[in-house]
């Protein structure tokens, strides 16, 4: 469980925030969209508790918490393994059994044989894959993911998604997933949120979440027309 | 399904050719023996025009080095003055680094050294000295302890500024993960710092030897400085230039045999992508 009640955020005369409320519940899935620059990054920050809000309570039913940062943030001077088994090791698991799981994870994201690359001689996306993987392989309760697939191609999207949701469905996982793409947040969400442009938050009606289904079919479909 | 697994990795890695480095590596090689050729050109024309009281031919000088070596006084004075070398380059290298650590974490304890730093970088070598022979008479402690204080600012200048620009992304991403602070350091702080360390390391070693040989002129009854002030007492030129190339050497082995593949391993992960 993931609740925001009455928050407020500051950065110096700017108001950030004001009066902020979201509750996400235990294995909800809640996506939060809006314009690059409208705040969801530090919704997220603040959930995790990189920075504290200025007024009211962020509470969260677990401390086992993962996130998968926009940049990547891996150790650059570790292999792709290490990255994924050092948060491990962090939470007590053995060496040997850490990088075995580790192994077993850059697998599942499609990375196998990379095990032993430095962030700086993979690409954006396979980087990023080492992120979702890192985020994974801790089992957290909570998962908060700021646009996870923004570098990732267009191919892989589908099937990284597809072990997303069933890893958070498996797990009872409470994610909050940040990002600016409509469709992507519905593949993936329970509920979405946009950030509104006086950064109050707006809950997507099921007629909402319709007509952007509807938008999304009739621009596929035309470029699938304009193919044929 | 949580079991499945992505295929196609449609992403190629990027790879990295190690050609044209290792030319211009071949390349900096023959420019820096060029530049070791001129070095000795120059000096065996000087020597053509100069009093040799005043300046040894590279001939002469390699004769006196042999006559050192064969005589077994130039291992006995090296291994003196290596001796105080690197007990005091550890000594105010590891003080540095340690203190430099905890002011580059803590702005208070930063502060809290300011003062420390500024005089010890500021007070002059030779005053340090006078006061090392004051405390501790002449011998090995007041060399190791010059040593130790002229090396201590620069290394801890280093670590401060290395551990200042610790990349706090990657600090806020252990914190999130719970790194315990053993992983924090040396999987986050130590790696970080690695670089500037090193390069603190080198520019101290370089410092150390020029202050061992000073305390030994000055406060020491042995070592490469003291019988270089032997020699220079006696004008026996071919043998302080003997000295001056042994201490060439020696800072030629630190630097290209221990410093140089040091800075190369820790700077790994910053070519591997380039």
Known sequence: MISLANVSKFFGSLVLFENLSLHVGKGQIVAIVGPSGSGKTTILKMIAGIISPDRGTVTLGSPHLSYVFQETRLLPWRSALDNVAIPLRARGVEKTAARATAGQWLKKVGLEGFENYRPAELSGGMAQRVAIARALATQPHILLMDEPLANVDVELKASLLELLVSFIRKNEATVVYVTHELTEALQIADRIVEVMPDRSLRELELSDRVAVARDWLARSLGKLGAAL | ?274
Not at chain 2, 97 to 118: C, H, K, Q, T
Not at chain 2, 241 to 264: D, N
Request: aromatic share 8%.
């Open chain 2, 1 to 274: 399904m949580t079991g499945s697994t992505l295929s196609g990795k449609t992403e190629s890695s990027p790879r990295y050719s190690r050609t044209r480095g290792s030319k211009s590596c071949r390349f900096g090689l023959v420019c820096g023996a060029l530049g070791v050729v001129a070095i000795l050109v120059v000096w065996q024309i000087l020597s053509l025009v100069v009093n040799p009281v005043f300046l040894a031919s590279p001939g002469d000088t390699a004769k006196a080095l042999v006559r050192l070596a064969w005589e077994g006084r130039l291992w006995v004075e090296l291994l003196i003055t290596l001796k105080r070398l690197v007990t005091g380059l550890l000594l105010g290298a590891a003080a540095g680094w340690a203190l430099g650590i905890l002011a580059g974490l803590d702005r208070r304890l930063r502060s809290f050294f300011e003062p420390v730093r500024w005089v010890v970088m500021t007070v002059p070598a030779v005053i340090i000295a006078m006061l090392a022979m004051l405390w501790f008479g002449l011998g090995d402690s007041t060399v190791i302890f010059m040593v130790a204080v002229i090396v201590f600012p620069t290394m801890f200048v280093n670590t401060v500024s290395g551990a200042m620009s610790v990349d706090t992304r990657l600090v806020e991403m252990a914190r999130v993960y719970r790194f315990p602070r053993r992983l924090m350091l040396t999987e986050v702080y130590l790696p970080a710092i690695a670089s500037p360390v090193l390069a603190g390391l080198t520019l101290a070693a370089g410092i150390g030897v020029r202050a061992v040989v000073l305390g030994e002129v000055l406060g020491a009854t042995s070592g490469i400085g003291h019988a270089f002030s032997r020699a220079h007492s006696w004008l026996e030129t071919d043998e302080l230039f003997a000295w001056i190339v042994v201490l060439l050497l020696l800072m030629g082995v630190i630097e290209f045999g221990a410093l140089r593949p040091l800075r190369k391993r820790a700077a790994r992960w910053r070519s591997a992508g380039s």
